[in-house]
């Protein structure tokens, strides 16, 4: 076999050294760098991109956070001012409620002593009439006059023990 | 049967002669300090090795895209494929080494590869190639295990954890699989190139003796043969920077 033929041991070792020191020299000095550079512009690249994807995601959620409370916040005072809205109306519904009440009641309060007098007039009549009526039915039964004073006493007994 | 004999006669005294394509001759001779040294075929494709590996590497990545061009992907993969093997065999602390392994990796590929070029020459073929890589990475990565772990680097022909009692057996074993290192390494890529060749060339051969009909089914089979080398080419060169990453990881990390 031509590869245990020492003769070109020597040489091929010599050549394997100078080649591979060359190309490892080459390698490190020009080939890999460029690799590398590219490798890392890519990869910034894509890095950048993913953190400025990622911001602007949060950003985004910022702002729908802050829409969503600016909301909330409407939302409460718009509830607060329909409830004051709500209280002012109940309000000057009570109160208009109470004035009316008030007047009914003054009304009311009026009409009923014009009754009580009306009441009053009218039994003082009954008393009056009571008596006309015991001396005339008496005068007529009897025939004896009854006195005016007389009469009254016995219609004011009656009236007593009826309770008037 | 006039034509065969005229093939066979035609490639003159290496003609069918498997082993011909192995054969180094000088095509410059250059002699230092009484040491034969000549720029031999077998140089010219290490040499041709070398630039192919550089240039596609270089020009590949010549471009720097953002979006990689067709020879930037290349580049860039077999980069990456290194990086990986490097990262993941060694860790973080090959990260130094990973030129001379890159280096090693496309020198190897390259070199397996133009070995399948009709009538270039295989310098990964022979063993005084590849017993010289084989043991200038197995002096270093011993240099600087040794250098890292001072007297302590010698637990690795002890596992830990083994009874000590096992020690008789266990270092001695230990010991000659750590030294049989570089000639497994070495023997492993360089018979496998070399069987591979010869192979190629002896199904050749029955393709040129059986003529023109006969020789179809050798032909197929070197067709399919063929394509089974290219496979071997990469995956010996692959085969040969794991194993350097391998052992590079012992002396690093001892087991």
Known sequence: MPQFDPTWFASQIFWLVLVFA?????????AIPRVEKALTARSERIQGDLDRAAKLQQEAAAASE???????????EARDILRAAHAASQAELDKRQEQLGAEIAKQTAAAESRIGAARDAAMASVRDIAIETAQAVTERLTGAAVEQAQAAKAVDAVLERRGH | MADKDAAAGGHGGGGLDPLHQFQIHSILDIN?????VSFTNSSLWMVIAAAIGYLLIRQGAGAGALVPTRMQLIAETLYM????????N?????RKYFPFIFTLFMFLLVGNLVGMVPGSFTFTSHIAVTFALASVIFIAITVIGLVKHGLKFFTLFFPHGAPLATAPI????????YLSRPVSLSVRLFANMMVGHTLLKVIASFAIMLGVVGGIAPLALLVGITAL??????LQ??????????????ALHLH
């Open chain 1, 22 to 30: 060359a190309l490892y020299w080459l390698m490190i000095k020009r």
């Open chain 2, 170 to 177: 266990l270092i001695p074993i230990e010991l000659i699989s």
């Open chain 1, 66 to 76: 802050a829409h969503q409370a600016a909301l909330a916040k409407a939302k409460d």
């Open chain 2, 90 to 94: 060694v860790g973080d602390a090959g």
């Open chain 2, 81 to 88: 494929t290194v990086a990986n093997m490097v990262r993941d």
């Open chain 2, 32 to 36: 230092i300090g009484g040491y034969d």
């Open chain 2, 229 to 234: 080398e290219f496979l071997v080419a990469a």
């Open chain 2, 237 to 250: 060169a692959y085969v040969f920077t794991i194993l350097t990453c391998i052992y590079l990881h012992d």
